[in-house]
């Protein structure tokens, strides 16, 4: 059964999309199967993965409003190596229309049962805020990635963040936990971002990702021509560091099934 992943940072620019796309591609690389979800209205990561925006069949908005089911919504023959249900523009309406729906918080999480199966990983790109669709994605996961880059301001921003993931945490989704925060942007020469790093070690453990992503022009270039960066330069410093979180990712869950699997017997 999928694990699914929500990327999230209520503050624009972090990396979500880049973290989402590379991670996406890193992990199928690694022979997982993979879905990646643009909840985003401004359809990056979908462009991002090499898919036209403007001309899908079926968008994440009519997965929502159940106009269309998972199965004709996901794009499956791609060129990034993983499966995509792109957004567009419409989602916009997607948010105001949901308040109208019975169990609004739950739609994403009933849209996708289907196809839990068919998936390793599913990964949700989010937009910059705390909407409706981040609620959506937040009630349908297991485990919340968040990327933040190395600035005073924030730590501010992710302990409101927290709060939220606690919020929904003992209302919706008693199953949702901080799979990990991921410092995006790096650069170890900066006294401030040693600073900000090591607070976060401290406030949050071994939560924090080994992996960190460096500020790498491949990772801001590759968009441009729709490929994860893996696929546009797969020496560069970016789609090596994305490959060694796909790898930690996937260390952490193993490890967690282990643990659980301990547990189960012990009890
Ligand atoms: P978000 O989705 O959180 O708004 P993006 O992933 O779109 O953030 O990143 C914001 C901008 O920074 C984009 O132009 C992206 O290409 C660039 N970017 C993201 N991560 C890196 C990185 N590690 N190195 C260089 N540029 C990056
Ligand atoms: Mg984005």
Do not use: W
Not at 65 to 76: E, F, N
């Amino acid at each position: 059964m999928a694990k699914i992943i929500t990327i999230t940072n209520q503050k624009g620019g972090v990396g979500k999309t880049t973290t989402c796309v590379n991670l996406a591609a890193s992990l199928a690389a690694t022979h997982k199967r993979v879905l990646m979800i643009d909840l985003d209205p401004q359809g990056n990561a979908t462009m991002g993965s090499g898919i036209d925006k403007h001309q899908l069949e079926h968008s994440v908005y009519e997965l929502l409003t159940d106009q269309a089911d998972a199965r004709a919504c996901i794009i499956t023959d791609t060129e990034c190596g993983y499966h995509v249900a792109g957004a567009n523009g419409d989602l916009t309406a997607a948010e105001v229309e949901l308040l109208q729906l019975p169990r609004r918080e739950f739609r994403l999480k009933m849209a996708l049962m289907p196809v839990m199966d068919d998936y390793d990983y599913i990964l949700i790109d989010n937009p910059p805020s705390l909407n409706l669709l981040t609620v959506n994605a937040l009630s349908a996961s297991s485990g919340v990635i968040i990327p933040m880059q190395c600035e005073y301001y924030a730590l501010e921003g992710i302990s409101a963040l927290v709060g939220t993931i606690n919020k929904i945490n003992q209302r919706l989704n008693p199953a949702l936990k901080i799979e990990g925060i991921l410092r995006t942007m790096f650069d170890p020469r900066m006294s401030l971002t040693k600073d900000v790093s090591s607070h976060l070690v401290e406030y949050f453990g071994d939560r924090v990702y080994r992996t960190v992503i460096p500020r790498n022009v491949r990772l801001a270039e590759a968009p441009s021509h729709g490929l994860p960066a893996l696929q546009y330069d797969k020496h560069s410093r970016g789609a090596l560091a994305y490959l060694a979180l796909a790898g930690e990712l996937i260390r952490r869950t193993e490890q967690e099934a282990t643990n659980n699997t301990e547990q189960a017997v012990m009890t």
